[in-house]
């Protein structure tokens, strides 16, 4: 199709991206036949529902217990759905983990286990170790999400204060078979950090926990540092408890990358990874730079060029504003950009939430500081206040999907259009 808008442009591109990450269109084909004899699904996650309801379409109805984000429940027949806090968790998650464990702790070795993983479960599975209480635990998820640090890190800490995390899982499941579906929403795609690895076997020590804490500035409750200075419950990965496990991932970034690559083939397209990390206002500077260096480099009758990016950006915040590392890298990219002719962007998150709102993200465009300006809003004052969400509210920027039902992580395109091509104007693109 022909398109004269690139903001409806962009959008179709991480529509297609969310698309092909729909469980109801990718998981059956990595099911096997229904096992004869006991099965159970199990699962957590913001697309764990969904991935429950697609189970079901092809099996039939199951006996389980899967923990999804609230407003993510599906319709299912026989699993019984459970929604809970995400990001930070709640006792909602901490009842639905018990009675999951409760639900595993008899089967035996002619038993079958689907497990449905993806990106949200850290927060919906939560048994914390002796010692520590589950506001102890909210306390260091927020902490953690407001520091800046990666996924890597906050992962490694959740493990070593759960009972479930770090393959224990997969413990509690043995003697019984597993097989566990994943939905990568991590930079890498580590197995060992989709939900924290609940099935996977985990070789760090709680001291490493420690030290990460430490490093990232975050605030513990003493219980929690006596915790890990105990030591920890995590699996080691050659422990036979997990020898009959497979793990597998069957959706991640780089599938979705590559199906918004394909629906943008008028354009040329420069990929810039599947697994970016980094400060999302620091990204947004290089690769505005990139994106300025692009486009002073085209010439009347060149295609357009797209860069595309994945991965999961953090935000260190220092302000009391509503903002999500998304919208965080769509404001800094507008003010390092000032502007500049004939380049538009969008970053989202697959899930459909970004940070501290029920925004995807944003979109952006030479017009976006002037329009901010027009309103009376200060693009750098929220900067500073980390409230990126109220300013693309304000500025009429902000992408809304609602619930999305699935999580490949991050999704950011920059398109920047050659000098014949008007801000206004890309009629010259095509999908």
């Not at 690559?261 to 599947?274: E, P």
């Amino acid at each position: 199709m022909l398109t004269h808008d690139p903001a409806a442009f962009l959008r179709a591109l991480f529509d297609r991206a969310v698309e092909v990450a729909d469980p109801m269109r990718s998981l059956a084909a990595h099911l096997p036949p229904r096992p004869a004899g006991r099965v159970v699904v199990i699962g957590a996650g913001k697309a764990s529902a969904r991935m429950a309801e697609a189970v079901e379409a092809a099996w039939g109805p199951c006996d389980g217990l899967v923990i999804t984000r609230y407003g993510y429940g599906r319709p299912c027949r026989g699993i019984e759905i459970v929604e809970a806090a995400h990001p930070v968790p709640d006792a909602a998650g901490l009842a639905a983990t018990a009675r999951m464990l409760e639900l595993v702790a008899g089967l035996g070795e002619g038993d079958f286990v689907l497990a449905l993983i993806s990106g949200g479960a850290s927060a919906l599975l939560v048994a914390p170790v002796a010692g520590v209480s589950l506001a102890d635990k909210q306390a260091v998820n927020a902490g953690l999400l407001a520091s800046g640090a990666p996924i890597g890190a906050m992962n490694t800490v959740r493990k070593h204060l759960s009972r479930v995390k770090g393959g224990q899982l997969a413990a509690a499941v043995w003697p019984a078979r597993m097989l566990v579906l994943m939905i990568s929403d991590v930079p890498g795609d580590d197995p060992g950090m989709i939900g924290s690895g609940p099935t996977v076997g985990e070789a760090s020590r709680p001291a490493e926990a420690l030290d990460l804490l430490v490093r990232w500035g975050v605030a513990v409750p003493g219980s929690v540092t006596q915790a890990l200075s105990g030591g920890s419950s995590v699996v080691a990965p050659e422990d036979p408890r997990l020898a009959l496990v497979e793990n597998r991932i069957y959706a991640a970034p780089a599938q979705s990358l590559a199906a918004a690559a394909v629906l943008a083939q008028g354009c040329d397209v420069r990929a810039l990874g599947d697994a970016l990390e980094g400060e999302a206002r620091v990204v947004a500077a290089a690769q505005a730079d990139m994106a300025q260096a692009v486009r002073g480099a085209m010439r009347p009758g060149d295609r357009p060029v797209l860069l595309l990016s994945g991965g999961e950006l953090t935000v260190t915040r220092t302000g009391a504003g509503v903002g999500g590392p998304n919208a965080e890298f769509c404001l800094a990219l507008a003010l390092a950009l000032n502007g500049a002719e004939g380049i538009h962007a969008l970053a989202c998150d697959t899930d459909g939430v970004d940070g501290a709102a029920e925004v995807a993200g944003a979109v952006i465009g030479p017009q976006t500081l002037a329009a901010a300006a027009a309103v009376g809003v200060d693009a750098a004052a929220a900067l500073v206040a980390n409230d990126a969400h109220s300013f693309f509210a304000a500025v009429g920027g902000q992408v809304v999907t609602g619930p999305t039902l699935t999580n490949v992580n991050d999704f950011r395109a920059i398109l920047i259009l050659p000098p014949d091509q008007s801000s206004s104007d890309a009629t010259a693109f095509s999908t």
